[in-house]
């Protein structure tokens, strides 16, 4: 009916409403997030599948504000891009990430490596080698355990260049991998000339693997893709052992997914890792 209608628009623009209020005051508090403390990293381990162990971790930005409360990423990194926030959030990320993989190794851990997202806007800053540099040198990071996870979107605009800012990060001995796999619009004729060692899935083609038929198809073609072209492949968002199955079937080499392990703090990641090497 016509009030019927009527409720149901006024609900609606309520919700929109609302939806409005919070992108506002997400905008408004993450101006403040870095200086109060209020960012930290969740890691959660890769594992290889020839034998079953951990070989790296992927940091994951949280966000926990006493107002708005845990925050996700995916609802306060999209804001970040648009206000430029995510420049100085990507470099806090990025040194905290270099920090926190040596200490694991002070204690005694395997050194693993660690994959740090890497968001569009961070890349088209003119000084991002340079950024890089200092963070490396500060630390005395080893470059080659570190990896940077980049996205398609990336080669939309400015082909030449991104190609050669990869390269001159693939010369410091820094991992690169593309993101989220198959939902960009690169074009696969291009692939062979993108600098990157990993191709990594994403999750949403892992989703009903092996047993929707469309899924399955796209998610081994990704992987015969990847092999033809020499990259190493990971999958994420792996839930349970019939996709896992399938996965090692079909030749992927590593995993990551709730699995094996949700992202974890830095004190439970440790945890997780000695639990591996007292079996
Ligand atoms: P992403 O880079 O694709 O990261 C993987 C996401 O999938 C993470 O979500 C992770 O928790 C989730 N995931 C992993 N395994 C499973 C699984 O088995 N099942 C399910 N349902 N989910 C799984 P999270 O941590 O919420 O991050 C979401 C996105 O936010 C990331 O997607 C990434 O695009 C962005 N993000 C997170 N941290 C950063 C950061 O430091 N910088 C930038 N630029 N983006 C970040
Ligand atoms: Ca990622
Ligand atoms: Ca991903
Ligand atoms: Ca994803």
């Known amino acids: 009916t016509r009030q019927e209608e009527h409720q149901n628009c006024q ?21 403040y997030a870095l200086r109060r403390g209020e960012l930290f990293l969740h890691y959660q381990p890769r594992i290889n599948l020839a034998n079953n162990y951990p070989v790296a971790v992927e940091a994951l930005l949280r966000w926990q504000n006493p107002q708005l409360g845990l925050v996700p990423p995916t609802e306060f990194i999209p804001i970040a891009e648009q206000t430029k926030l995510i420049l100085s959030i990507g470099e806090w990320v990025l040194r905290s990430a270099c920090i926190q993989q040596q200490i694991w190794q002070q204690e005694g851990l395997p050194s693993l490596r660690i994959s740090v997202n890497l968001s569009v806007s961070q890349f088209k800053q003119s000084n991002l080698i340079k950024k890089i540099d200092k963070i490396l040198a500060e630390t005395g990071f080893n470059p080659s355990y ?5 996205t398609e979107s990336l080669f939309v605009e400015n082909f030449d260049q991104t190609i050669r800012l990869l390269k001159q990060l693939k010369n410091r001995g820094i991992n690169l991998s593309l993101d989220d796999f198959g939902t960009g619009y ?15 899935i994403d999750r949403s083609f892992l989703f009903d693997v092996p047993s929707n038929p469309d899924n399955t198809a796209v998610t081994k073609g990704i992987i ?7 990259l190493h492949i990971t999958a994420e968002g792996v839930e349970n052992s019939a996709q896992l199955e399938y996965l090692k079937a079909q030749g992927c080499q590593e995993v990551q997914g709730y699995y094996f392990s949700k992202p974890l703090s830095a004190y439970n990641l440790a945890r997780f890792l000695s639990s591996y090497y007292r079996q």
């Open 11 to 31: 609900f609606y623009s309520i919700k929109n409403n609302d939806k409005l209020q919070r992108r506002l005051a997400i905008k408004e508090q993450l101006r």
């Open 224 to 230: 015969a893709l990847a092999q033809s072209l020499n």
């Open 146 to 150: 570190l990896e940077l996870e980049v």
């Open 186 to 200: 690169s074009s696969l004729s291009y692939l062979q000339q993108f600098p990157i060692d990993t191709l990594k």
